[in-house]
């Protein structure tokens, strides 16, 4: 499956391809065709499996880069997406959503550590059963254009669709003291399919 964006990106890129074509030739033409391409697999949205039980999924596909303490509660998993990774974000738990607010702020590169708190952001709180767990799609150097599908009062399942970030950019988790955290800084993880945290006051309930 394509993001509706990619496809529209392609086709007005193909529509310059053509024109340059017919007044240039082919060979002037190959950039826009090449740049078409890119954007249908940069804008692409495979389906997931979304794991069952008391955890928490990545809300992006990417590279974890810092998982550090946010407070003296809670924790922060931060992802970075390099202009390879699948940009489409999921949301780590299923509730409701409580708030969503929109920063603005910096495009410093994504990877970095200031961009948690000085980048051009979108801080979403979803509450769960016996949870409250916060992500933020954060921009980055070349994204410029945040993308959220959902508002205040909807309800999300584990790993569902909420939106993307276009181009290279970062996803912050912020978990509470009721969650552990299974993932280390250097790992790579799937957006809806990896796990990363698990509730501790679930697991016994689970089998765990």
Known sequence: MIVI???YYALGLSAAG???TWLAGAWWSAPAWLLALFCLYFFRDPERAIPEGPVAVSPADGKVVAVVAETATA???SIFLNIFDVHVNRTPIG??????????????VASKERAS???EQ??????GEGTCV????????????IVFSKKPGDRVATGERIGLIK??????VVLGPEWEIVVRAGMRVAAGSSVIAQRVDRKEAHGA
């Open 5 to 7: 964006d990619g496809i």
């Open 18 to 20: 053509l024109a340059i």
């Open 75 to 77: 924790h922060r998993i």
């Open 95 to 108: 509730g409701t959503i409580r708030t969503v607010e929109y920063k603005k702020g910096q495009f410093l």
């Open 117 to 119: 708190g000085e980048n």
């Open 122 to 127: 979108n801080v979403v709180t979803v509450q």
């Open 134 to 145: 916060v992500f933020k799609q954060i921009a980055g150097l070349i994204a410029r254009r």
């Open 167 to 172: 181009f290279g950019s970062r996803v912050d």
